[in-house]
């Protein structure tokens, strides 16, 4: 079974600020998902990282997979209060004949950002 | 931009009913999947389909439970007697093709057994 720990669980910042998100897992993902949930919506798919290193950004949100494809980071820079949401990291694995993408979530950030 | 879309968007149902909950995947898609995501939980895996056919389920995924692609548009997941536990957002999500790893996730429906 594929688990993927997510931290932190709630983070309350001031507007400027930065904050990082970790997620994590003993098991390799073929690729590495970023959402962003609203409530009572379904997941919105900020960025994918495939390749173990990769680095990517979107504005001031920066995305990284950890060498050996187990984990991940979301970085953001100079937060703003429209940046408060849910955030998840979802792990995929694609096998052969065995496995066709089914996404592992993790438990998700609650992030506030205070004006 | 294509979306993947779900209907209803709420539903509500006794116990023991059968219930169809329908998708939309966004076209020329070739991967779809089904979630399920408990109030205040994470986002579970359901099934996976591919080729008119079950690819992968989850332990969560029995014989209550089935899907279908009828046409080249919907999907859709029944559940064939609903029981308290079923209540949750039910999120389709279809995913292009062997080397795209992107899944995009519709807008969920919520379905409550009473």
């Known amino acids: 079974t594929q688990l993927l720990e997510q931290s932190p669980q709630f983070l309350s910042i001031q507007e400027g600020e930065n904050l990082t998100v970790y997620c994590n897992s003993s098991s390799v993902f073929s690729s590495l998902q970023w959402y962003r949930q609203e409530p009572g919506e379904g997941p919105v798919l900020l960025v994918t990282?495939?390749?173990?290193?990769e680095v990517k950004k979107l504005k001031r949100l920066t995305f990284q997979f950890g060498d050996a494809r187990k984990d991940s980071s979301l970085h953001i820079t100079a937060a703003q209060p429209g940046d408060t949401g849910l955030y998840l990291c979802a792990g995929g694995w694609i096998a052969g004949g065995t496995s066709y993408g089914k996404l592992t979530f993790g438990q998700g950030t609650i992030l506030t950002v205070h004006p | 931009e294509p979306e993947v879309t779900q209907t209803p968007s709420h539903q509500v149902t006794q116990m023991g009913q059968e219930v169809i909950l329908r998708c939309v995947p966004i076209?020329?898609?070739?991967?779809f999947y089904w979630y399920r995501q408990i109030l205040g939980q994470k986002v579970e895996f359901l099934v996976s389909f591919y080729n008119n056919e079950i690819s992968e389920k989850s332990e969560i995924f029995d014989d209550q439970f089935s899907v279908e692609r009828p046409d080249g548009s919907n999907f859709t997941l029944k559940i064939r007697s609903t029981k308290l536990e079923d209540s949750a957002m039910y999120f389709c999500?279809?995913?292009?093709?062997?080397?795209?790893?992107?899944?995009?996730f519709g807008p969920g429906t919520r379905l409550t057994v009473t």
């Open positions: 076209s020329n898609h070739l991967y």
């Open positions: 990282v495939v390749t173990g290193g």
């Open positions: 999500a279809s995913r292009p093709g062997l080397a795209k790893y992107e899944q995009y």
